[in-house]
Nanobody, 126 residues
Framework: QVQLVESGGGLVHPGGSLRVSCLLS????????VAWFRQAPAKGRDFVAA????????IYEDSVKGRFTMSRDNAKNTVYLQMNSLKPEDTTLYYC???????????????????WGQGTQVTVSS
């Protein structure tokens, strides 16, 4: 059974930092494409970052480039999203997602991912 469990969300002041984690069980992380999405209430899931299977080079959405860093630890079957210089508009639920078959051109498409975590709330407020 595939399971993704996010952790590390919380409340942070504008300009602050937070690291969220996603622990995978039931699959081998290195063989899968893994991504972070975020979703505001009543909106669709927006792409944040992804690592294509076998790659350690992240792909980022433009608004987070230079502020967010995605990494993976295959030995721990865990992916991370380090978020720096956080802004109030970064406030929302953050989800990790996993798929083993999607093609590179589809990494930004939430519909292409088969497995999702439950989400972790990130709130940026003074």
């Amino acid at each position: 059974q595939v399971q993704l469990v996010e952790s590390g969300g919380g409340l942070v002041h504008p300009g602050g930092s937070l690291r969220v984690s996603c622990l995978l069980s039931g699959r081998t992380l290195s063989l899968n494409t893994v991504a972070w999405f975020r979703q505001a209430p009543a909106k669709g899931r927006d792409f944040v970052a992804a690592m294509f299977r076998g790659s350690y080079t992240p792909i980022y959405e433009d608004s987070v480039k230079g502020r967010f860093t995605m990494s993976r630890d295959n030995a721990k079957n865990t992916v991370y999203l380090q978020m720096n210089s956080l802004k109030p508009e970064d406030t929302t639920l953050y989800y990790c997602a996993l798929d083993e078959r999607l093609i590179l051109s589809s990494v930004r498409n939430a519909d292409q991912y088969d497995y999702w975590g439950q989400g972790t709330q990130v709130t940026v407020s003074s």
